[in-house]
């Protein structure tokens, strides 16, 4: 069983920056890829940022150059850094998790973020 912990959403205006964090817990100890999808409304969540263990990553292209996805492979956290925010990044954001040697993932409860002047 996994546990995820999400923070750091909020309300902030366009052109500010916010930090999104996650931590993982449970009988699971690693963690092949961690990363962050968001999901607007009426929309499909959609993949922002993957980070693998080997510190392979993958940002989408719509935010590429403003977020960065880091990870700390020991305590099993992983984090968004979220800069120069535009009013469609507005969504709720969620810590997705996927154990080393599975196609299996878990999600976390979504943190909202809004963007708006």
């Known amino acids: 069983q996994v546990q995820i912990v999400e923070s750091g959403g909020g309300l902030v205006q366009p052109g500010e920056s916010l930090r999104l964090s996650c931590a993982a817990s449970?009988?699971?100890?690693?963690?092949?890829?961690m990363g962050w999808y968001r999901q607007a409304p009426g929309t499909q969540r959609e993949l922002v940022a993957t980070m693998t263990t080997g510190g392979s990553t993958y940002i989408a292209d719509s935010v590429k150059g403003r977020f960065t996805i880091s990870r700390n492979g020991a305590r099993n956290t992983v984090s968004l850094q979220m800069n120069s925010l535009k009013s469609e990044d507005t969504a709720v954001y969620y810590c997705y998790v996927s154990p080393m040697g599975t196609n299996v993932g878990y999600w976390g409860q979504g943190t909202q973020v809004i963007v708006s002047s």
């Open positions: 449970g009988s699971i100890f690693s963690f092949e890829v």
